[in-house]
């Protein structure tokens, strides 16, 4: 990935990882547009700053996204980057009945969300030259908390949409999968200070240093996430599973 002289169109940029992504590409010479659904929060991440514009986007809301890529590409039609950020993550009980109405909203933000948007994007990005798409998942894709099933599923599914989207888009787009472990921010109330999560400023230092490598990985994969990220593949997932699980339940009392 270019590290500077980008456009970068980032969802989810009002807050947590999207912002501090948002305001360290933007020093370090790109064009940065954020959106998501508070204008207050984009402002606030734009606020002072040259070359970073905020819009609001649901994307949970198709034909909002259609009409703004139509209104972003036109308006900035160098676009040659797309971070899909945006997503929520609510805990859930499986073990009884119960209303799926949080469960259907985590698949259309985190899911459905990122398939929209990308599609919205592929083929302008796919004449650019030095295009890339990156789609955030989560440790939790590779080793799930039980009681965030329905999370941690949307994210083991951006997790092979993504790797097919790579295959498919090979020699057009760069497709880059950034894998967050545990981080401060307020993804669920209280989190942005939950002791044992990674501080906002440390993971994002750590994920600029991989975007930068050249070439970027495939993968974006800082040094807390590798146990998750590599558990299955090393043999230790009954243990990772085990010790994620027992550390949410301590949580959760
Ligand atoms: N923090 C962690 O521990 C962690 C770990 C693994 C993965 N992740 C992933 O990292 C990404 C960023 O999360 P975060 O931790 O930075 O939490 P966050 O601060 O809550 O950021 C999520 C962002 O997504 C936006 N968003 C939510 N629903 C949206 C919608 N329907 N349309 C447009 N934007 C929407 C929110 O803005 P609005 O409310 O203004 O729309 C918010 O700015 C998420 O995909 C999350 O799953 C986080």
Redesign the pocket.
């Given at each position: 990935m270019k590290t500077s002289e980008n456009t970068i169109l980032i969802?989810?940029?009002?807050?947590?990882?999207?912002?501090?992504l948002a305001v360290r590409l933007q020093a370090q010479g790109n064009i940065v547009i954020v959106?998501?659904?508070?204008?207050e929060?984009?402002q606030t991440t734009v606020a002072g700053q040259d070359n970073m514009h905020a819009f609001?986007?649901?994307?949970?809301?198709p034909q909002a996204i259609t009409a703004f890529a139509k209104q972003i590409i036109k308006q900035f039609p160098q676009i040659n980057v797309l971070i899909?950020?945006?997503?929520?993550?609510r805990y859930d009980d499986l073990s009884t009945q119960a209303d799926l109405s949080d469960a259907q909203?985590q698949i259309?933000?985190?899911l459905l969300?990122t398939i929209r948007v990308t599609n919205a994007f592929v083929d302008h990005l796919k004449a650019q030259s030095d295009a890339i798409i990156v789609s955030?998942?989560?440790?939790?894709a590779f080793v799930p908390r039980a009681d965030a099933a329905v999370?941690s599923a949307t994210?083991a599914a951006?997790h092979v949409y993504t790797q097919c989207l790579r295959q498919q888009l090979a020699g057009l787009v760069e497709v880059i999968e950034?894998?967050?472990?545990?981080?401060?921010?307020?993804?669920?109330p209280g989190?942005s200070e939950r002791e044992g999560?990674?501080p906002?400023h440390a993971f994002i230092g750590e994920v600029m240093d991989l975007l930068n490598e050249q070439p970027t990985p495939s993968e974006i994969v800082v040094e807390r996430a590798r146990l998750q990220r590599l558990a299955e593949r090393e043999g230790r997932f009954a243990q990772v599973f085990d010790r994620i699980n027992a550390n949410a339940a301590q949580q959760r009392r």
């Open positions: 969802t989810g940029g009002g807050s947590g990882i999207g912002r501090e959106t998501g659904r508070r204008l929060a984009l609001a986007l649901d994307v949970d809301d899909n950020n945006a997503g929520i993550m909203a259309t933000t985190n969300g955030v998942s989560s440790g939790l999370y994210k951006v950034l894998v967050p472990p545990a981080v401060q921010t307020e993804l669920t989190q999560y990674q906002l």
